[in-house]
T-cell receptor, first 114, second 114 residues
């Protein structure tokens, strides 16, 4: 089955700097890669996702890149702000008629220091 | 937030007792999922449903069963709770028919087995 590894486990950056979180996956048939943000005591919430037919996607300060050949994808946050501090999870899945079974990475704790 | 609720929100139970967690949605989404979240493991899929009475196992299904008798409710049962099942449980819903594969998560249930 699918296996997703996420690095680093913790990341501290200065406000205004960029942050990059990387994930690798094992199943070459995976075709959907979302990123979730989870604040302390809250539910995970989708911040950006990408399909395997796209190499890069941006949404304001957030971008995701996908390298299918190397089976890795990355989250890039520019101009970080204190409110970006949270736990970030990557995930991978193969979309099919029986749903979208996400396999998550272990998470990255991002701390933005002001 | 999508119309998804979980009950109870907190529960403490003793080893060996049965426990049922409820996920209720008002979005008429086809797919429903149960995940557990533990430190160092991210979220792991327990069971999922792709329609009324249609369910299947996820990666950590041992010791759990599910039922879905109507679109809006997805129940997770621990037949005989063990301390290893102490965790935070999240329900999620999705519906690719809406042109989005996003999974919306419920608020979570914190379960402690003593």
């Amino acid at each position: 089955g699918e296996n997703v590894e996420q690095h680093p486990s913790t990341l501290s950056v200065q406000e205004g700097d960029s942050a990059v979180i990387k994930c690798t996956y094992s199943d070459s048939a995976s075709n959907y890669f979302p990123w979730y943000k989870q604040e302390l005591g809250k539910r995970p919430q989708l911040i950006i996702d990408i399909r395997s037919n796209v190499g890069e996607k941006k949404d304001q300060r957030i971008a995701v890149t996908l390298n299918k050949t190397a089976k890795h994808f990355s989250l890039h946050i520019t101009e970080t702000q204190p409110e970006d501090s949270a736990v970030y999870f990557c995930a991978a899945s193969r979309i099919g008629e029986y749903g979208n079974k996400l396999v998550f990475g272990a998470g990255t704790i991002l701390r933005v220091k002001s | 937030d999508a119309g998804i609720t979980q009950s109870p929100r907190h529960k403490v139970t003793e080893t060996g007792t049965p426990v049922t967690l409820r996920c209720h949605q008002t979005e008429n989404h086809r797919y429903m999922y149960w995940y557990r979240q533990d430190p160092g493991h991210g979220l792991r899929l327990i069971h999922y449903s792709y329609g009324v009475k249609d369910t299947d196992k996820g990666e950590v299904s041992d010791g759990y069963s599910v039922s879905r008798s109507k679109t809006e409710d997805f129940l997770l049962t621990l037949e005989s709770a063990t301390s290893s099942q102490t965790s935070v449980y999240f329900c999620a819903i999705s519906d690719p028919g809406l042109s989005s594969y996003e999974q919306y998560f419920g608020p979570g249930t914190r379960l402690t087995v003593t």
